[in-house]
């Protein structure tokens, strides 16, 4: 390994980004790793910055500037109404305890149904175009192009695969699920039970559609350039260049 690249995984939200970093860190000296987990890399110090090898966290593209020296990078993006879907009912399932003192911002996913939700507030986690080009469909789109390593949550071991290749890490073939709504019973931000999955109508289904309208087409141009990088992983798996 490189000892002086620095890999850097851009955690988007509700895409098994925390499976990922668990599983990593098996092969990662936690001294090694940046704690900054938020969008937030603009208010360190460089020089602080630099120590560290390893950084996972929710990052902009254009946050990763403030990362000196080399780096390689890793993303995983996820079917985008899975994708909502899923944030919905993270955020449904919380304690009303855990919304009101801490996490206010989870209040209209708490509070209301998946159709007023939609219709009120749409999704009140960024989209994957807005964490990966800023809004922007034609920036996301080239963003993601020269971005080292992409995984999709729907291809979550070979995935896992291709980022630990692309890392110079250890082969790590199996991802376990984490952070998944329904399995906090003893987590007190949390409720007891999850919440009820209410039916997806066509109402329903057309609102989900027109919210995810470009992290759609920002997710089929990721399934072409993931497919491409697992054939380059499988070919170094098969001249023996990769290690199984």
Partial sequence: MDEDLKLVFLHIPKTAGTSLRETMMSSIAEAEVCPER??????WDPRE????KFFFGHFSVDSLKCIPGRKKTATILRDPRKRLLSWYYFAKSHSTAHVEN???ELRT???NNLIDYLRVEGPHVPTMTQMLGAG???KAKENL???????LTERADDSLAVISWQFGLPPLRSMPKLNVTGERVNDPAFEKEPPVREPLTEEIQSLIANLTEDDRYLYEHAKFIFERQFKLFTEALIDGRVQA
Avoid at 38 to 43: E, H, K
């Fill in 38 to 43: 938020l969008d937030r890399l603009q208010q």
């Fill in 49 to 52: 910055l630099a120590k560290y």
């Fill in 102 to 104: 801490v996490a206010p």
């Fill in 109 to 111: 996913a708490k509070y």
């Fill in 136 to 138: 922007d469909i034609g």
């Fill in 145 to 151: 192009s020269i971005v080292d390593a992409i995984g």
